[in-house]
């Protein structure tokens, strides 16, 4: 009796081992089975852990599939835009920490190079990297294998198109619209603040002047977003053509040459010198000719020489500080 017993008791033991096991493996195939979710490794804990995923699109065609919430992202140029968003990156291109306008924004954001320093990046453990359509190949098919890479097109739409992109890809959609309701808002105040400053029919010309033989003329990008859109001046005739045609603002700037600046300047000019290797090169050459000292606009004494920082970078937080400078600069007379 004694071993049947045993027996009946081993038996039910038996079964409910059995099922356990099976128990155990239908959670794991449930699991299996939410394609929303990513089981991955927390490289701080050690432990396994899920991660939300979704489909985006990016300006390639390419479908990818993205963190909904990262955690650690890494631009190649977005700075500025995550910046605007809240979102602060674990890396960013050098080029991009390096505009004094950001200081104080960008503390803990590593360096990672340009051109990109893959091993760098790799260290960072980012779980998504933002780029652009001039990444080359090569360094893309890297950054793949690291983490979800997206691409973002920096030459096709303008600064506000940019952010609305980058936010898009951030799940910031919200902020992104209320950052450029609050910067219209203030283009708006601003354009109150100069009124009467400037002639019905007075018109502005933007260069820059680079290196030792380089000027450029600029349209409504850069420079050209505070001065064309934002305080809505006007362009010189040959710039008001350009932007007739372009109603995404793609177009930047063409070179010339100073034997153009009689035919381009407006009743006013800015000049935007690169650098300190500029002073003596180029700038030192248009200055020293006749064709600039005729102009309209330098006998008027109606030139202002503006720096590379914050006017030369077209994104968020650099046109909103321009716009500032800007205010300040055409409220007082240029000497």
């Not at 603002?249 to 100073?258: A, Q």
């Amino acid at each position: 009796m004694q071993q049947k017993y045993r027996l009946n008791r081993g038996i039910m033991l038996g079964l409910v081992v059995f099922l356990m096991v099976v128990l155990a493996a239908c959670g794991n195939a449930a699991s299996n089975n939410q394609t929303n979710e990513k089981t991955g490794t927390d490289t701080l804990n050690g432990q396994s852990k899920s991660v939300a995923m979704r489909e985006y699109v990016d300006a390639t065609g390419n479908k990818i599939n993205i963190p909904a919430n990262p955690q650690r992202v890494v631009t190649t140029q977005y700075l500025d835009a995550m910046l605007a968003l809240g979102v602060k990156p674990a890396g960013a291109a050098s080029h991009l920490l390096e505009g004094d306008y950001l200081k104080g924004k960008i503390d803990r954001v590593a360096d990672i190079g340009n051109p990109t320093n893959v091993e760098k990046v790799l260290e960072l453990q980012p779980d998504l990297i933002i780029t652009t359509e001039y990444t080359t190949p090569e360094v893309k098919e890297q950054l793949e294998k690291i983490a979800p890479t997206v691409v973002v097109s920096f030459g096709e739409g303008d600064v506000f198109e940019q952010l609305r992109n980058v936010a898009a890809v951030l799940d910031k959609d919200k902020e992104a619209e209320q950052w450029i309701a609050s910067f219209n808002k203030k283009a708006e105040e601003s354009r109150k603040k100069l009124a009467g400053k400037f002639k019905k029919d007075e018109t502005v010309t933007i260069y820059m002047a680079y290196d030792k033989n380089v000027l450029r003329v600029y349209g409504a990008r850069n420079v050209g977003h505070v001065i064309y859109r934002s305080l809505e001046l006007n362009p010189p005739e040959y710039i008001r053509q350009k932007l007739a045609k372009d109603p995404r603002f793609n177009y930047v700037y063409d070179v010339i040459s100073t034997e153009k600046l009689p035919e381009l300047s407006g009743d006013r000019i800015i000049m935007l010198v690169y650098d300190e290797a500029t002073k003596d090169g180029m700038m030192k050459e248009i200055e020293q000719s006749a064709l600039w000292r005729n102009l309209p606009a330098v006998k008027n004494h109606k030139v202002y020489f503006i720096k590379a920082d914050p006017w030369f970078t077209y994104s968020p937080l650099a046109i909103d500080q321009s716009l500032d400078e800007a205010v300040n600069m055409f409220s007082v007379e240029p000497k």
